[in-house]
């Protein structure tokens, strides 16, 4: 079963407005990553955090993460055309097979002009 | 760096035929991990690589999937016979350390007619 899972799957707003997209995950992890993918295109890391830090920003981005609920939240701020793209949030366990990678089923992004 | 690159980006093939898909990771990285994404199941990994040894190829979905990295800087994914169903983007992504950042190809679209 998928790690990571994003609420809501599509999201359309405004130009201007912000965007703010959920994850939520089952096991400990050791980080959280979110990414984007435009379409037809690969993946492009956005930003780390771990888990025992509680928020992080990177320009329009902020990312805050709830160990306690499992879940974290991904914030982009004055949003742009160029936003558009789908969003993954992605955790690594703590050992073993779980320290690679799973992604969760993404968020639609669309961000009208 | 020119990142992760991947050849061919695009890949036509018939049933039954055997498909090739290869990876370049950025240098110096000592992991290497392949996805496969469909619209039905998303992005799954395939298997992973750390310094060149395979770590966790339970993601590889049959035996005609097969993976090799025979050094650091060449990976290949190798599907015998293909069949319709393998049709997906597969992407290659590499990292310093297996829980790092990923940095993705652009992908390789591959149709089994």
């Known amino acids: 079963s998928q790690q990571g899972e994003e609420d809501p799957q599509a999201l359309s707003i405004q130009e201007g407005e912000n965007a703010t997209m959920n994850c939520s995950y089952k096991?400990?992890?050791?980080?959280l990553q979110w990414y984007r993918q435009n379409s037809g295109r690969g993946l492009v890391h956005l930003i780390l955090?771990?888990?025992?830090?509680r928020e992080k920003h990177s320009g329009r981005l902020r990312v805050t993460l709830d160990t306690s609920k499992k879940s974290s939240s991904l914030l982009i701020t004055a949003s742009r055309a160029a936003d558009t793209a789908s969003y993954f949030c992605?955790?690594?366990?703590?050992?073993?097979?779980?320290?690679?990678?799973?992604f969760g089923s993404g968020t639609q992004l669309t961000v009208l002009p | 760096d020119a990142g992760v690159i991947q050849s061919p980006r695009h890949e036509v093939t018939e049933m039954g035929q055997e498909v090739t898909l290869r990876c370049k990771p950025i240098?110096?990285?000592?992991?290497l991990f392949w996805y496969r994404q469909t619209m039905m199941r998303g992005l799954e990994l395939l298997i992973y690589?750390?310094?060149?040894?395979?770590?966790?190829d339970s993601g590889m979905p049959e035996d005609r999937f097969s993976a090799k990295m025979p050094n650091a800087s060449f990976s290949t994914l190798k599907i015998q016979p293909s069949e319709p169903r393998d049709s997906a983007v597969y992407f290659c992504?590499?990292?310093?350390?297996?829980?790092?950042?990923?940095?993705f190809g652009p992908g390789t679209r591959l149709t089994v007619l």
């Open positions: 955090i771990r888990s025992n830090e």
């Open positions: 690589f750390n310094n060149n040894v395979p770590i966790d």
């Open positions: 992504a590499s990292s310093l350390g297996d829980r790092d950042t990923q940095y």
């Open positions: 096991t400990s992890i050791n980080n």
């Open positions: 992605a955790t690594t366990g703590t050992s073993g097979s779980a320290r690679q990678l799973t």
């Open positions: 240098s110096g990285h000592n992991s």
